[in-house]
T-cell receptor, first 111, second 114 residues
Framework: RKEVEQDPGPFNVPEGATVAFNCTYSNSASQSFFWYRQDCRKEPKLLMSVYSSGNEDGRFTAQLNRASQYISLLIRDSKLSDSATYLCVVNPSGNTGKLIFGQGTTLQVKP | NAGVTQTPKFQVLKTGQSMTLQCAQDMNHEYMSWYRQDPGMGLRLIHYSVGAGITDQGEVPNGYNVSRSTTEDFPLRLLSAAPSQTSVYFC?????????????FGPGTRLTVT
């Protein structure tokens, strides 16, 4: 079983739609969680951290469920510019910087 | 600030050849790392460094060497290229402490080994 699993998609949605991605992780001792965004043939960039209480940044909401070991990302009012691959990222322990990346979920927002 | 730079952008090697992928950052970040990205696999950590003179292995270190003689540079050496090393290589850097997870990635090197 992979340490971090995501549905690769692609998710094809119309502009204005709400879309949610889930990610599961296998190590129950994992300490912190993140969503990175990667545009086609570009480098990944940090989108947002995921906190236990849930957090929101504009149209983006991230949630963590430690009991079920999953993380979610909700995008409201999708824009064409949201088309990208969203990477679920887990820190298994401490502040070592050793991140575990999921394979990514691809989102295509269509006009 | 240039951020994180990588050279070359593209490279084709024959099996058995060696080469060095260059990575430099101008943000005075202590932490630097190398990842490879393959279809369906996500990014996998090859080697990382928490400061000049200190390096350690990641998840997939075999076939690669690194050194960190300065804060700015973190080159990745392929000792004897194999087709299994065909991949996209990303270098990343960050501050240490709790900011270590905001990693800044370079644009990547696309390597093909024939």
């Amino acid at each position: 079983r992979k340490e971090v699993e995501q549905d690769p998609g692609p998710f094809n949605v119309p502009e204005g739609a709400t879309v949610a991605f889930n990610c599961t992780y296998s190590n129950s001792a994992s300490q912190s969680f993140f969503w990175y965004r990667q545009d086609c043939r570009k480098e990944p960039k940090l989108l947002m951290s995921v906190y236990s209480s849930g957090n929101e940044d504009g149209r983006f909401t991230a949630q963590l469920n430690r009991a079920s070991q999953y993380i979610s990302l909700l995008i409201r009012d999708s824009k064409l510019s949201d088309s990208a691959t969203y990477l679920c990222v887990v820190n298994p322990s401490g502040n070592t910087g050793k991140l575990i990346f999921g394979q990514g979920t691809t989102l295509q927002v269509k006009p | 600030n240039a951020g994180v730079t990588q050279t070359p952008k593209f490279q084709v090697l024959k099996t058995g050849q060696s080469m060095t992928l260059q990575c430099a950052q101008d943000m005075n970040h202590e932490y630097m790392s190398w990842y490879r990205q393959d279809p369906g696999m996500g990014l996998r950590l090859i080697h990382y460094s928490v400061g000049a003179g200190i390096t350690d292995q990641g998840e997939v270190p075999n076939g690669y060497n690194v050194s960190r003689s300065t804060t700015e540079d973190f080159p990745l050496r392929l000792l004897s290229a194999a087709p299994s090393q065909t991949s996209v290589y990303f270098c990343a850097s960050s501050e240490t402490g709790t900011a270590i997870y905001e990693q800044y990635f370079g644009p990547g090197t696309r390597l093909t080994v024939t």
